[in-house]
C-alpha cells in the first residue's frame, strides 16, 4: 500500500478539497484524512499511479505539492538534515562573503556547486580562500544579523524527538554555524566543516578532510550503525548536489526548495510546505505538533 500526500504553504492553506476528492476518486483511492484543514490531506492506495509525474506537475501549478510514499513504517527515527538553504534560509558563505566585499563572485561559486556543475571540495576551498583575512568577528555578526531560522524547523525537530527520533544535523558549511543552528532547533549533533582560523581572522583555509557529499552518506551510515537503525529508518532533507547521496540512500530523501538538477532525482519533492511538511510526509496531524 502507498500513500498519497497533498499539502501545500501553511501561510496560504490554499488545499482545494475538491482537489483531493478529484483525485482519490481518479486513482480509486480511501477515504482522504485532513492532516491540518485546507493545508494537508492524504489518501490510501493499491499502487504508485502512473500519471504521478504529469499530476505532479498539474498540482504544482496550483501551488500544491504531491508526494507518494509507501504506508509502511512512515514514521522514521532519524531525521538527517542539510543546513544552509534547508534548516536555514541562506547559504552561510555566501553571507561572510558579503561581508568580505565579494559576495558576487562567491555566490555565483555556491549555485554552480548546489547545482552539481562543480565540484564540491574544490568549489569550497576556492570559496574559503576569497575569505583570507577576514574578522573573525564577523561571523557572530552573520549570525546574528543574516541568518534567520527555516519556517517550520522546530516544529519537525521538536515533534520527531517528542516521538524518540533521533536528529543530526550536518553540513558542507561551517561548525561556527551550525553549533549555533543545531542548539536553536534543538538537534542531538552537528557535523560540518571548520574554518582556520589564526591571530582573530580567517587564513583562506578550512581543515581537511573536507565534509562532502561522501561525507554526509558517511554520517548516515555512522549513526544508524550506532543506534542500531537501518537505512529505511531515516528522513533526510537537503537542496544541494552535495545532498544527494544521503537523500538517496535514506529511506525517505526530501528534496526542500532544491536546485532544479537535485529535485529532478529525487522522487520527494516540497516545493510549496514549509519543514513541516515532512511531518505531513510521515503522516502526523497538524494536533501531533510540537510547538516550542
Not at 10 to 29: D, F, I, M, Q, Y
Not at 97 to 105: H, K, L, Q, S
Amino acid at each position: 500500500m502507498f500513500t498519497v500526500v497533498l499539502l501545500t504553504s501553511p501561510e496560504t492553506k490554499g488545499l482545494e478539497p475538491a482537489l483531493v476528492e478529484s483525485l482519490r476518486n481518479a486513482w480509486g483511492g480511501g477515504d482522504a484524512i485532513w492532516l491540518s484543514p485546507d493545508e494537508a490531506a492524504e489518501f490510501a492506495v493499491a499502487k504508485i499511479p502512473g500519471n504521478l509525474w504529469e499530476v505532479w506537475e498539474s498540482c504544482q501549478s496550483m501551488q500544491v505539492d504531491l508526494v507518494v510514499v509507501p504506508t509502511q513504517a512512515r514514521k522514521k527515527r532519524m531525521l538527517l538534515a542539510d543546513m544552509d538553504s534547508t534548516m536555514i534560509q541562506q547559504e552561510c558563505i555566501d553571507e561572510l562573503a558579503d561581508e568580505a566585499g565579494v559576495g558576487a563572485r562567491v555566490k555565483d561559486i555556491t549555485a554552480r556547486a548546489m547545482n552539481g556543475e562543480l565540484n564540491f571540495e574544490g568549489a569550497l576551498r576556492e570559496r574559503v580562500g576569497l575569505l583570507k583575512g577576514l574578522d573573525v568577528g564577523v561571523i557572530d555578526k552573520v549570525l546574528a544579523e543574516r541568518i534567520t531560522l527555516m519556517p517550520g524547523g522546530k516544529a519537525l525537530v521538536a515533534t520527531m524527538k517528542a516521538h524518540g527520533a533521533t536528529s543530526v544535523l550536518v553540513s558542507g558549511g561551517f561548525t561556527a554555524f551550525t553549533a549555533q543552528v543545531a542548539q536553536a532547533l534543538g538537534f542531538d549533533e552537528n557535523r560540518a566543516n571548520t574554518l582556520i582560523i589564526e591571530d582573530g581572522s580567517l587564513t583562506g583555509q578550512v581543515a581537511e578532510p573536507i565534509l562532502g557529499k561522501q561525507a554526509k552518506v558517511d554520517t548516515l551510515e555512522q549513526v544508524t550503525a550506532r543506534l542500531g537503525l537501518a537505512d529505511a529508518d531515516v528522513i533526510a532533507v537537503g537542496d544541494g548536489a552535495n545532498d544527494l547521496g544521503m537523500l538517496k540512500r535514506a529511506g525517505l530523501g526530501v528534496a526542500l526548495h532544491a536546485k532544479p538538477a537535485v529535485a529532478a532525482e529525487c522522487d520527494v519533492r516540497i516545493n510549496n510546505g514549509d519543514l513541516t511538511s515532512l511531518l505531513y510526509v510521515q503522516g502526523y496531524t497538524k494536533d501531533d505538533f510540537v510547538l516550542t
